[in-house]
T-cell receptor, first 112, second 114 residues
C-alpha cells in the first residue's frame, strides 16, 4: 500500500467546512483512497473512498487531484460530533484479502 | 445494517488466564479481520480470514489464536498474555468481492493484562 502523509492536527469552527488534506504521491494506478475516522475509544468508521473521480455521500466529499498524488476530505458543516482522528489510506487493490495500513492520521478538533 | 458486534467490551485478565474475544456480523461478509490498537497509535492488522480460511497472519505471537467457526463469527483466543498485550482489539468485516472492499469495524474490546 502507498504511504500517506497527513497533518497531525487541525482545528475547525463549528458550522464551517473542515478540509482535511492527504498526500499519497506514491499511489499506484489501481489503489483507491479511503477515509476512515475514529472517535475516541470507538472503532474506526468508514467515511468515503474514491479512485480518481470526486465522490460525495451523506457524510462528506472527497476531492482527488488529477495526478492522484493528493486528496482532500471535506466535511461541509462540521459539528462537535465530528471531533475525531481522521485516517487517509491508499489501497487496497484486491478484495477480501487486503489489510488497511493506517497512518498516524489527523486529529480534527471542532471548536464551538 | 452495517453493524459488527464485539464481546466483551472490557476484559481484565491475568498472565496465566485463558480468555476469548468474540466478533459477530450478519451482513453476509466473507472476510473478517482482527486489529490491535495501542493507546495513541493507529490500528495494526493481526489476522485476516477470507471465506473462513486464514489468509493473513501478520507474524502474531502464538499466544493469540484466531478462529473462524463460520462466516458470521470470529474469535480470538488468548493465552499466557503479557502486560504489553493490553490494547483495544478491533474486529472488522468486508464483503470480499467487487472492485473495492470497504471494511466495517466493531466497537472493540478493551483488554487489560495484569
Amino acid at each position: 500500500d502507498a504511504k500517506t502523509t497527513q497533518p497531525p492536527s487541525m482545528d475547525c469552527a463549528e458550522g464551517r467546512a473542515a478540509n482535511l488534506p492527504c498526500n499519497h504521491s506514491t499511489i499506484s494506478g489501481n489503489e483507491y483512497v479511503y477515509w476512515y475516522r475514529q472517535i475516541h475509544s470507538q472503532g474506526p468508521q468508514y467515511i468515503i473512498h474514491g479512485l480518481k473521480n470526486n465522490e460525495t455521500n451523506e457524510m462528506a466529499s472527497l476531492i482527488i487531484t488529477e495526478d492522484r498524488k493528493s486528496s482532500t476530505l471535506i466535511l461541509p458543516h462540521a459539528t462537535l460530533r465530528d471531533t475525531a482522528v481522521y485516517y487517509c489510506i491508499a489501497g487496497p487493490t484486491n478484495f477480501g484479502n487486503e489489510k488497511l495500513t493506517f497512518g498516524t492520521g489527523t486529529r480534527l478538533t471542532i471548536i464551538p | 445494517d452495517t453493524e459488527v458486534t464485539q464481546t466483551p467490551k472490557h476484559l481484565v485478565m491475568g498472565m496465566t488466564n485463558k480468555k476469548s474475544l468474540k466478533c459477530e456480523q450478519h451482513m453476509g461478509h466473507r472476510a473478517m479481520y482482527w486489529y490491535k490498537q495501542k493507546a495513541k497509535k493507529p490500528p495494526e492488522l493481526m489476522f485476516v480470514y477470507s471465506y473462513e480460511k486464514l489468509s493473513i497472519n501478520e507474524s502474531v505471537p502464538s499466544r493469540f489464536s484466531p478462529e473462524c467457526p463460520n462466516s458470521s463469527l470470529l474469535n480470538l483466543h488468548l493465552h499466557a498474555l503479557q502486560p504489553e498485550d493490553s490494547a483495544l482489539y478491533l474486529c472488522a468485516s468486508s464483503q470480499a468481492s467487487g472492485r473495492t472492499d470497504t471494511q466495517y469495524f466493531g466497537p472493540g474490546t478493551r483488554l487489560t493484562v495484569l
